[in-house]
């Protein structure tokens, strides 16, 4: 998997879009009061993610206040040098057919005659609600956050509001399983009343809540552990464990060590079990010392 990367220009030409793109709408809001009409509002477009194969390239751009996906199915389409700079991929696909139409997802792939790019052959990702146990769950609009920073390629800190919350999201179809699994242990954690994990905030979609993709959670603050914390992590498992959740995944950056204490994250491979298994727990706990004295980095968001 590999994340956008912005080079120096790139950072530099999206900074001056924004400025001129302020200009522009306060311009364009005082056309009417002296008499003239308002010019159409000029497009913004911004890839938001990527994911390369050896010749299959998925990208997810912000159409103005859409979110739409390109599916590349040619890697000569794209030189070697274009495909991760978001500013070259937008120079180059804007120039496809079909590109100025409606659309949600556009295929693209090399003909006979040529370049040639169809609409809506696959539909965009989407969380299964039906699936899941979330009755009083809120829906937030992901172009209503603004990232703050990135932790990882799935994982950002945003902004709603005054509120600043962790976003976690499935910026393609491949990574709807694990998020579908991990919001369905979210809502066995909250239904059995688990401290020491995250607190699930709000569901997160793009357009319409049929479309949702990622899900926000609280912000915790506080610090990796060492071997000298392993006590209050196992505690902290074992707790887990008696709320009826095997975490799957322990290492030394699924915890944090808080004022209220150590806390689990990522419940990705997490599975639920009706009853407690002391054995289970132990067995989970095997190799725990090793795994909070490594330094490789395994694990980190």
């Known amino acids: 998997m590999l994340g956008i990367s912005y080079p120096f220009q790139w950072q530099i030409w999206h900074a001056l879009w924004f400025l001129l793109l302020s200009i522009a709408q306060g311009v364009n809001s005082l056309l009417p009061v002296l008499g003239w009409p308002a010019a159409a509002e000029p497009n913004y477009e911004e890839v938001l993610s990527l994911d390369l194969e050896e010749n299959d390239f998925l990208y997810r751009i912000r159409r103005n206040s859409r979110i739409v996906y390109v599916s590349i199915l040619d890697g000569g389409i794209l030189p ?11 120079a180059k696909l804007q120039n496809i057919p079909k590109w100025n139409d409606e659309w949600k997802t556009l295929t693209v792939r090399n003909t006979a005659q040529g370049v040639k790019s169809s609409i809506d ?23 209503d956050l603004t990232t703050i920073s990135r932790i990882s390629y799935r994982l950002s800190r945003v902004r709603y509001g005054d509120e600043i919350w962790v ?8 990574e709807i399983p694990s998020l579908q699994h991990e919001v369905s242990i979210y809502s ?20 319409t809540k049929n479309r949702t993709v990622g899900f926000l959670m609280e912000e915790v603050s506080g610090r990796i552990p ?17 709320h009826g959740i095997v975490h799957g995944d322990l290492n030394k950056h699924n915890f944090l060590v808080t004022e209220e204490g150590v806390k689990l994250f990522d419940f990705e491979v997490s599975a639920a079990k009706e009853d407690a298994d002391p054995a289970a727990t132990e067995e989970e706990l095997k190799g725990l010392v090793a795994r909070l004295e490594d330094e490789s980095g395994i694990g980190r968001h």
């Open 167 to 174: 976003l976690k999201i499935a910026r393609f179809k491949h």
């Open 226 to 242: 060492g071997t000298q914390d392993f006590n209050d992590c196992a505690e902290t498992v074992r707790l887990l464990h008696e």
């Open 80 to 90: 070697p040098d274009y495909r991760t700079d978001g500013y070259l991929v937008l």
């Open 188 to 207: 066995k954690l909250m239904a059995s009343g688990y401290p020491l994990a995250p607190k699930f905030i709000a569901f997160v979609y793009e357009e």
């Open 121 to 143: 052959e696959f539909s965009p990702h989407r969380l299964d609600l039906g699936q899941l146990d979330h009755p009083f769950a809120i829906f937030v609009n992901f172009l």
